[in-house]
């Protein structure tokens, strides 16, 4: 089958494409740039934390004054404060309406130029609400010359309102061409997406939150490179270099905990590997009943565990295991033990329980993904095996087993993937003197290493987690080029 050639552009059109190319990175860059601290015109005092960005200042205004609580109490700073957040609040307003204008260019000509009317209007009220922000630092530094409170102010020229007024310039420029080079829509023509930009469209949200929360704090990594205490700037005079990555394999009491961690860590991790079996099995079981109703009501009973928080898993765990507990309280008045014993306060068989606890909390939500493969498969092999001769264990084990086998390698190769990654709410919560030297796993030791600790180390908290993740990309790689040869899929 021929697939239609698409329309060559000439002229206008083609012109038209390119800015409107140039229209949406520069919207993408606008949008990123919202939400990265070094470049927030609202920070007009020293005081304000150096690590909130326009989109916090705009939006969250106790997180935003958090560090300012003595200076709002002389009403010359809080004017000037309350004058600096619904500026930022208005910049943060045009600077979305004006990504809305971007995410209309991907329709037709009715959509463009609405959408270039939003940026231009967005990008506008942007730079304008710059005024604003200049106003109120030169309102806060009056106030604190008049009041002899320089100390205490420490007023901070914004030198980035400067950065978004030009930004905002190129962008309302940009839009502007946009909007002479779309040709006028027809009267009765009506918004509209074609269907591949309709599915991104959908996507989109997605993509930002991914942007959001797995590439935008890529950011951070450079904390490892730095001499970094909490409330410090980054700068020429705490860059270390590779010192932290050294000192991680120097120090003999790091390489120590290290061995240690990752003794727990790749324990549990192996043993829900050997383990990664029992979703499937139960899956296959399960589809096994006849009666409707019971399957509903066991696929439900073993999936609700997955939304109950650790924290509610371990109040649980206290009401059956601890001392006054339901096993110790039914052990004493039975006459078997003298005293209630707490189970919760021992450090054996750890990794056993965790496992336990783990298994208990996600196998009904593991087993989600095979249920859904086993609707996928033919109904007429079931029918041939039927004519075969085959019983019910038999069509199990030569028909729904070998479908699943595909989705079964997929999920393990992720989990080799992963296999340093155990998260840490399960192992903070159970975590007790007895027990540490056992639970300890990586994510926990990071967090403990980072900001869970008396005497934090940011930087060496980064270097073991970007340690990690580079670990982990390698073991992706290596179990997909197994894959590859030994089953000839791979699925990167």
């Not at 809080?78 to 045009?94: N, W």
């Not at 009041?147 to 007024?165: C, G, H, R």
């Not at 639970?439 to 926990?444: F, G, N, P, S």
Request: proline letters at 4%.
């Amino acid at each position: 089958m021929l697939t239609p050639k698409k329309p060559e552009l000439h002229g206008r059109e083609l012109a038209a494409q390119v800015f409107y190319y140039i229209l949406e990175a520069a919207v993408l860059t606008v949008f990123v740039l919202l939400f990265i601290p070094g470049v927030n015109p609202a920070r007009i005092s020293e005081k304000i934390n150096r690590n909130i960005s326009l989109f916090t200042s705009g939006f969250f205004y106790t997180v935003f004054t958090n560090t300012l609580h003595v200076l709002l109490r002389k009403s010359w700073a809080r004017e000037a404060f309350t004058v600096d957040y619904l500026s930022s609040m208005a910049a943060v307003i045009g600077i979305l309406v004006a990504c809305a204008g971007g995410v209309l260019s991907f329709g037709n000509n009715k959509c463009r130029r609405t959408g270039t009317i939003l940026t231009m209007c967005g990008s506008a009220a942007c730079a304008l609400s710059m005024t604003g922000i200049r106003k109120s630092y030169t309102m806060l530094l009056a106030g604190a010359a008049a009041n002899d409170a320089m100390e205490k102010a420490k007023p901070l020229f914004p030198s980035a309102i400067y950065f978004e007024v030009v930004v905002m310039t190129i962008l309302f420029i940009i839009a502007c061409v946009c909007f002479f080079l779309t040709p006028a829509p027809e009267r009765n023509e009506k918004y509209r997406f074609d269907p591949p930009k309709q599915l991104f469209m959908m996507l989109l949200p997605f993509l930002v939150l991914i942007l959001l929360f797995s590439y935008l704090p890529l950011w951070g990594l450079r904390y490892a490179f730095y001499n970094y205490h909490p409330g410090d700037a980054l700068s020429k005079d705490n860059f270390v270099g590779w010192y932290w990555f050294t000192f991680l394999f120097k120090n003999p009491a790091t390489v120590k905990d290290i061995i240690r961690v990752l003794r727990n860590t790749l324990a549990m991790s192996g043993l829900g590997i050997a383990t990664s079996w029992c979703p499937m099995v139960f899956a296959m079981f399960l589809a096994e009943i006849r009666s409707t109703t019971a399957r509903r009501v066991i696929q439900t009973l073993t999936t609700v565990p997955n939304f109950i928080s650790w924290v509610l898993v371990y109040a649980i765990a206290v009401c059956i295991f601890s001392t006054d507990g339901f096993i110790s309280s039914l052990m004493v008045h039975s006459g078997v033990w003298s005293g209630g014993v707490n189970m919760l306060m021992s450090g054996s068989h750890t990794w056993l329980k965790m496992l336990g606890w783990g298994m208990w909390k996600g196998l009904g939500w593991s087993a989600i993904m095979y249920i859904a493969a086993i609707t996928g498969i033919d109904q007429q092999l079931y029918e041939a095996a039927t004519v075969d001769g085959a019983g019910r264990f038999q069509k199990m084990w030569h028909v729904t087993l070998p479908e699943l086998i595909p989705t079964y390698m997929v999920l393990l190769l992720l989990s080799i993937a992963g296999i340093l990654s155990n998260g840490l709410e399960q192992y903070y919560c159970f975590r007790n003197t007895t027990n540490a030297d056992s639970i300890e796993v990586l994510d926990l030791y990071v967090y403990l290493l980072g900001i869970g600790s008396g005497n934090p180390s940011i930087p060496l908290s980064t270097v073991v987690g970007l340690i990690k993740s580079l670990v982990s990309v390698a073991l992706l790689f290596g179990a997909n080029a197994i894959s590859k040869v030994v089953r000839g899929r791979s699925i990167v």
